[in-house]
């Protein structure tokens, strides 16, 4: 590429902003940032907030159907956790100027988008195995460099979300290990969850780097800092030792790797059923966006009570001043 990345102003807080990224310093709320910037993070930032609570749905769906007690209790910590991650990633990107009031609407009136993976459904109990160990798993790969991302806030929320990403990964794989050592009715519930959720989760790395075309500008700007294919290699090879630990066969049957590149060849991805689900025709998009449509409607007599609660306090603030 010839013409530089980032520098699209000849300006000195331009030159400030450049100094700043160059030192792998942060970017803070309060400093300059150009305009592409800051909607290249509202993007990236809403959409992941979108899907920290649309992942709920889900997983939410077992809650109450879980085997045991134990099972139920970690199974509502995760599915809470996740609507903290929602909240962190708004807060976030509330500090770029967009309010919670105009991301809610975008999301639920389609306009934005969240991680297509979502929008597959959950029939058994091993799906949350799967969605734990695979899910998650890819989720850490992708969100583990993200703390080091050049947006202070973002970065920063990161390091706390993957904490706990990393705890839903454990957690998904001791219930696939347990169901694979299990009845062979068992292993096979938890192989069929694992055919189910591998291809989609490969899947949440986004296309191949030559067809994302906005990549290379994320990199420059240090939001992103390995391409889309790095991480997905990353994590197929950390998948690897882990089927074997559970004794459960990878649904890719011409997975190996190349001692030569250092690469692990794996079979074509069907990006077409990537793009479907990203267009709305996934087999739950209609019903996740309807959920969260009626989860906001039933939920408006809590933000009117919490504004009046609010207003109440300020006026008494105000007296006591
Ligand atoms: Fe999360
Ligand atoms: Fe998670």
Redesign the pocket.
Known sequence: MSAPVIAVEDSEEQAHFDALIDADLRIEPRDWMPEAYRKTLIRQISQHAHSEII?MQPEANWITRAPSLKRKAILIA?VQ??AG?GLYLYSAAQTLGITREEMTDQLIEGRARYSSIFNYHTPTWADMGAIGWLV?GA?ICNQVPLCRASYGPYGRAMVRICK??SF?QRQGFEILLELSNGTPEQKQMAQDAVNRWYWPSLMMFGPTDDASPNSARSMAWKIKRFSNDDLRQRFVGMCVPQFEALGLECPDKNLRFDEETGQWLMSEIDWSEFDAVLDGRGPANTERLKRRREAHENGAWVREAAAAYAAKQSAKDRIAA
Do not use: F, I, S, V
Request: no cysteine.
């Open positions: 992942g995760k956790d996740e991650h998650d989720a706990e990403e839903h």
